[in-house]
């Protein structure tokens, strides 16, 4: 692929990319076959997989993003996915990116000073030790969902929503979870999103 398909994922989720953005977008690229692979936060083999699979995937979760969220936290960032790219796509929105490790808290606020992010703060915190709430809560990968669902669901505001993102074969299901199949062309494998409303 001559380039990546971001602005095409973007679009998908009804936002467009700036050519800033995707510069942006590359750096951060960069940053994660380098520094994030030497520490350990992205394994060696997922590097030809960086474009699509980590940072086009992350891109997704954007179609829960309106113009107007104040705030989105991203729980078990890891190396800053899928809040980094969310945050180069939505300026005006702040993440809080949130993980147990302190390893990979320092590694996030180096790159989100690498990156110049004025709209990321990172919190090095254990989700069952958060206080708050929050509209919006993305997450990929990080804990089982019918384990986290407990733990999530008080976290969210009246008529807030958590999307989990995973590597799952075949279409998830889990109790109090809403599966979405992502309907885009320009990923390299199927993918489901789960969504859960607090009622």
Same mark, same amino acid.
């Given at each position: ?13 009804g ?12 750096k ?32 997704l979760?954007s179609?829960?993003?309106a ?6 936290w ?6 800053g996915?899928?809040?980094?790219? *969310?945050?180069?796509?939505h300026? +005006?929105?702040?993440? !809080?990116? @949130?993980?147990?490790?302190?390893r990979? &808290?320092? #590694? ?6 690498? *990156?110049?992010?004025e709209?990321? +703060?990172?919190a090095? !915190?254990? @989700? ?5 709430? &929050?509209? #919006? ?12 669902y407990p ?8 008529d807030?929503?958590?999307v989990?993102?995973?590597?799952w074969?075949?279409r ?12 885009t ?6 993918v ?5 409303r607090?009622?």
């Amino acid at each position: 692929m001559e380039h990546p398909p971001w602005s095409e994922i973007a679009e998908s989720t009804g936002f467009s990319l700036e050519e800033s953005q995707i510069e942006r977008l590359v750096k951060y690229r960069d940053w994660l076959a380098t520094e994030a692979v030497k520490t350990g936060a992205i394994g060696p083999e997922e590097t030809t997989r960086l474009d699509i699979r980590h940072i086009g995937d992350s891109l997704l979760f954007s179609r829960f993003i309106a113009d107007d969220t104040p705030e989105v936290w991203d729980l078990g960032s890891g190396a800053g996915l899928p809040g980094i790219p *969310l945050s180069i796509l939505h300026p +005006e929105t702040q993440f !809080v990116l @949130i993980d147990r490790s302190e390893r990979r &808290v320092d #590694l996030m606020r180096r790159v989100t000073r690498v *990156l110049e992010l004025e709209n990321v +703060e990172v919190a090095h !915190v254990d @989700i069952s030790d958060l206080d708050g709430s &929050v509209g #919006l809560i993305v997450s990929r990968a990080t804990i089982p969902p019918d384990r986290a669902y407990p733990l999530v669901e008080p976290l969210l505001s009246p008529d807030g929503t958590a999307v989990f993102g995973g590597s799952w074969s075949s279409r998830p299901h889990h109790r109090g979870w809403e599966t979405v199949e992502v309907g885009t062309e320009v990923l390299d494998q199927p993918v489901w999103l789960l969504i859960m409303r607090r009622r």
